[in-house]
């Protein structure tokens, strides 16, 4: 077999995976990754690099949001992108409390923070799955704003305001409203 049926091949094996992974719900086991680098500084800024694309690994979104850490240290914030590779901004505050500086090798874990599509509940997952341009825009929000809306919603005491209150949020979401 040549090089690019192997490719194609291994392709393959990942994606099905993937769609057995998302069908079991076991989203989890994919969501995190582990890897070690050495962090890089371009300039004045410093950054770990991804050797992994958000886009493929947690779905497309305008702006990934983590929740991790960085040789035991505690990350959260926003990845960055030169328009070809993604990397995450590491802030001189937070390299002079850790103690970790340009140059250094680092075990990273990182993944998605806040509410996920995958563990939303049926009738709200299914209500974005329904709306497109509500969906895309829920998951490019801030951790913030996804958990308002979510616990407005699961704060409902009867069914029938529970439907209302999803029906608003996706009209919202729809209009860009990042919150009620």
């Not at 962090?39 to 800024?45: A, N, P, V």
């Not at 410093?46 to 505690?74: A, C, D, E, M, Y």
């Not at 993604?86 to 001189?92: C, K, Q, S």
Request: glycine fraction near 8%.
């Amino acid at each position: 077999m040549d090089g690019v049926g192997v490719a194609i091949q291994i392709n393959t094996i990942v994606a099905l995976f993937e769609i057995y992974s998302l069908v079991n719900n076991e989203v989890f086991i994919l969501t995190t990754q582990r890897f070690k680098t050495v962090i890089s500084k371009s300039g004045t800024r410093t950054f770990i690099p991804l050797p992994f694309n958000p886009n493929h690994v947690w779905g497309v979104k305008q702006r990934h949001h983590i929740t991790g850490s960085v040789n035991g240290h505690g990350v959260r914030g926003s990845l960055g992108s030169d328009g070809i590779k993604y990397f995450l901004p590491l802030g001189a505050a937070w390299r002079r409390g850790c103690g970790i500086e340009a140059g250094a090798k680092v075990d990273v874990v990182l993944s998605p923070e806040g509410p996920q599509s995958e563990s939303l509940s049926p009738d709200v997952a299914s209500a974005l799955d329904a709306e497109p341009q509500a969906k895309t825009f829920f998951e490019s929000l801030a951790t913030f704003y996804r958990n308002t809306y979510i616990k407005w919603i699961e704060s409902a005491k009867r069914p029938e305001t529970r439907t209302a209150r999803i029906n608003e949020m996706i009209h919202l979401l729809k209009a860009g409203k990042k919150q009620k």
